[in-house]
């Protein structure tokens, strides 16, 4: 197992240097002057532009400007927002709890449903109970997610007024930022509305973001049961008497879930994608909102940050969930 870390280990550096040029990369590809849009191009006269683009460092020679983009992230700094002028490792810490909370709870919520689905479906096989899972799991993974933001927003929010539209909590609670998590902050708020007030602006985002994933999971839980339910070890586990309960639960889900971890690994990279259409629609103050925000700026450096702290997750995520196959089944054996 620790050679099999190290190997992986070794394989980061080419796939972050990789990155690294994507990052730098796309962002120039997008049409438009930083500049211009900083300044405003009515009131931006040549002297003003040429002197900002060298403030800047943007009259720099594209290698150069990559050289200095690598130099500072040897030294962990990410830059400095083009147009806050603020460090970007500030904003990012300050905007990251808000993804992580809504990511979290969708992840949460999309785990226990999809495996209670899945594993309901796999039971029934063929029964009306297994195809109305499928048939909801199908169309949950259709749906664009700003659709059906979209619809909820029409429904819980404009229809029946059950939830907020936007934010994280209604702006009468005084909430101090503690933890960046608002459930937990709005829970040592001394006013008890204030949870509540949380937990209902999380409710609909969460829910948007879960639909897809709580679809993925179901169908690969189903379709991994079923195979585990036919092995020989299965038969002998009831031959042997045992409650039908543990057979599927410590017997069948254990070795159906190899899979399913595998899913869900990837599905916490795709929630911080995910993120950024469903933080725009319901004006979330996350990483997601701050990088369209960017984009739409051409702030550079916030947009560089995104997408390497983003695939950073992704790299993380993909190693956890191998070390993972080890714990969950004995016989899986990284580096064997």
Same mark, same amino acid.
């Given at each position: ?7 992986? @280990?070794?394989? =980061? ?12 990369? @796309? /962002? ?45 992230? @040897? ?31 969708? @992840? =949460?919520?999309? /785990? ?96 948007? =973001? ?50 399913? /971890? ?69 016989? /899986?054996?990284?580096?064997?």
């Amino acid at each position: 197992m620790f050679q099999f870390l190290l190997k992986r @280990l070794a394989t =980061l550096l080419p796939t972050l240097i990789g990155v690294t040029l994507v990052a730098f990369g @796309l /962002i120039r590809l997008v049409p438009g002057d930083p500049v211009a849009i900083m300044m405003g191009e009515r009131s931006l006269d040549a002297d003003t532009h040429a002197r900002m683009m060298h403030e800047l460092g943007l009259d720099q020679p594209l290698w150069r400007q990559y050289l200095d983009y690598v130099t500072g992230l @040897l030294h962990g700094d990410l830059g400095q927002s083009l147009v806050s002028r603020e460090p970007v490792s500030r904003e990012f810490l300050a905007l990251f709890p808000a993804t992580a909370e809504l990511a979290l709870v969708a @992840l =949460l919520v999309a /785990i226990v449903i999809g495996l209670s689905l899945g594993m309901a479906a796999a039971l029934r096989r063929g029964s009306w109970l297994d195809q109305g899972v499928m048939g909801l799991a199908t169309v949950g993974y259709s749906m664009p997610v700003f659709w059906w933001g979209l619809i909820l927003i029409m429904t819980f929010s404009v229809g029946l007024g059950w939830t907020p539209v936007s934010g994280r909590v209604a702006v009468e609670y005084d909430v101090q930022r503690v933890t960046g998590f608002m459930l937990i902050d709005a829970a040592l708020h001394p006013e008890p509305g204030a949870w509540w007030s949380a937990l209902r602006h999380l409710l609909l985002p969460a829910a948007v =973001l879960a639909t897809s994933n709580a679809a993925v999971i179901a169908r690969m839980t189903r379709s991994s049961l079923l195979e585990v339910l036919r092995e020989d070890y299965m038969r002998s586990a009831r031959a042997r008497g045992l409650p039908p309960a543990r057979v599927v639960l410590v017997h069948g889900l254990r070795n159906a879930l190899i899979p399913v /971890i595998t899913v869900i690994g990837l599905k916490v990279g795709s929630l911080l994608a995910g993120a950024v259409l469903t933080e725009t629609i319901f004006s979330w103050p996350g990483i997601g909102k701050w990088l369209i925000d960017a984009i739409a700026r051409r702030d550079y450096p916030v947009v560089q940050a995104g997408i390497l702290i983003s695939a950073c997750c992704f790299i993380l995520i993909n190693l956890v969930v191998d070390l993972l196959y080890g714990v969950v089944n004995p016989r /899986i054996r990284g580096g064997r």
